[in-house]
RNA sequence: UGGGGAUUAGUCUAGUGGUAAGACGCCUGACUCUGGAUCAGGUAUCACAGGUUCGAAUCCUGUAUCCCCAGCCA
């Protein structure tokens, strides 16, 4: 475990939902069990929302003595879901690091179970096969404030109900023929509660059960008695769920089975980014980004590539807590988790992104040397490394100007930097081009400031990075910026009528080829970084051995671009 | 009055009758071989209006605003 600040240790109840269960252990409810669930359907890829979910139904399960959480995957319509999401999300549940351990699940596994329960309910009188199209029953239904109407089925006898349901599952129906329905009351308020169906026929292949079915179980039903099958004792689900509740108690109350308690809460929301799988799919689909794992996407399997820690994720839905109220937490709090966790953890190197060539005019040709560099300044034990130098080097271009503003204490003519673990040097020309653009900075160095010092101990203020020109390896990076610079494009869209994908922010994927020292050439896709200076990195999968690309996951803070700005 | 929720600083979250806490962000300053990190300080009277009370963000009444629900999706 990363040591959160936001949880202090011996700290109990930290949201409504904990105090809830903290109450039901000291009252013996559930006899003292807590078990909660992670329940996807396997339909696409889990996102940044999901995290918050997984942190809470998984961090409640490791958190109270003997408490549980179980994987379970919703997989109740066979027409949308596929194997290849459920590797993808076990896949990222691992990698966000919590573990069910035996308890992998999936609703279909109850299909028999849940079949025998339905007749159940005929046999009680509970529901009814009913004949109405889908659009009858729409207009059945009724409205949000007039009541709904009985189907003419509804009185259908137990054994007629019973028969007919039988041939469902037997198959002798097509698909839309007949529903099982639930029967409540079409007159409720709650339109949930107008006999809502419970089973529909599909003749489709199930990803696990193949076609041994041909009805299946709507969520509401299926979801309530899976949780009871598996004695969850919380349910955790989010708001738009609250209607569901009194269904959902419904079909445990009348069944007689063991009670679950369903506890809604608000779902997550970022900045700068939509999350709903719609939009999200249509990202993908219609090649907006690159794959579900693109690192503009919110998707876990995207930050991960784009170099996020699960620690940092995990520290992040922490902060953000647990609540009822719908709200936007704002990206900026992601990014300070990662910086947070990263500069404890992350190598530094130095990288020079844009490059402008500076010739250190009193340092001898084909000499070079090598100066040490700590890896890690916040930990000593990560040791140091040393890095090549010459008398040709390659600086960040925005770190000269010709004509500096105040306050600019990096190169400029005259000027005096330190060049970072190295030595300390003084502009002292400036080389052009036809159009009048810097080409090559010239400079002299002090031969006595070695390992970064001037014996003399005059003050420098500017340090820079920077790479030797010829032990320079180049690196493709990919710098990632927001793909959306309105923080709240799907609300934006929906205000202006445009379409979400019309917000798509232009920049958002920048390729350079940057000048890197020579450490970096062998680095292993996963690995990250602190690219002195400039902000946290990480190898991507693209790398080839020699040929190394890395994703720019976040930038460091950058106080001289508010001064900048400030400054005009 | 269709039903169900929500409303504390720019953003999240705590507080459950005794005079607003923490985090992110932002602003100041210190320090610094990353204008990074770190450290110090600053940044709201609790949607609104009444009421109860010695005292209310917390209780009551009313109002406003926002979110969710009419799939044989989850």
New binding site residues.
Partial sequence: MSDS??TPAGDN????IR?IITEDQASGAYGGRVVTRF???P?GYLHIGHAKSICLNFGVGEQYPGARCHMRF????P??EDIEYVESILADVKWLGFDWGEHLYY?SDYFEQLYQYAEQLILDGNAYV?????D???KY?????EPGRESPDRNRSTEESLDLFRRMRAGEFA?????LRAKIDMAS????MRD??LY???HAEHHRTGDDWCI?????Y??SLSDSIEGITHSLCT???????PLYDWCQEVLGIYRSRQI?F?RLNL?HTVMSKRMLRRLVEDNYVAGWDDPRMPTISALRRRGYTPESIRDMCD????????????L??L??CL??DL?RRAQ?RMTVLDPLKVVITNYPEQQSEE?EAVN???DDSMGARSVPFGREIYIERDDFMENPPR????LAPGQEV??????LITCTDVVKDAHGNVTEVHCAYDPDSR???APDGR???????WVSAAHAVPLEVRLYDNLFSDPDPAGAAAGSGDDFVDLINSDSLQVVTAMAEPALSKAEPGERY?F???GYFCADPDSQPGKPVFNRTTT?????A??SR?QG
């Fill in positions: 600040q936001s109840p930290t949201d409504f105090s329940p996807p359907e339909n919703d997989d109740t319509n027409t949308r609703a009913d004949g109405l199209t889908a009858e029953m729409r239904r009724g409205t949000l404030t698909d839309g023929e007949y529903v308020p709650n339109v949930n809502p169906v529909r026929i599909r299946y179980p709507m969520y509401d299926a979801h708001l738009e769920f609250e209607d569901h509740r809604e608000a900045t902060r953000v807590g647990v609540a009822r109220r719908n709200t936007v937490t704002e900026a709090l990014e300070h910086r947070d500069n530094r100066f890690n300044p916040e306050r600019f204490y990096r330190r060049l970072r673990y190295a030595c390992g970064g010092n003050r420098v203020r500017g340090t820079i990075h602190q002195e200076r400039l460091l803070r950058d106080s001289w508010r001064i400030q």
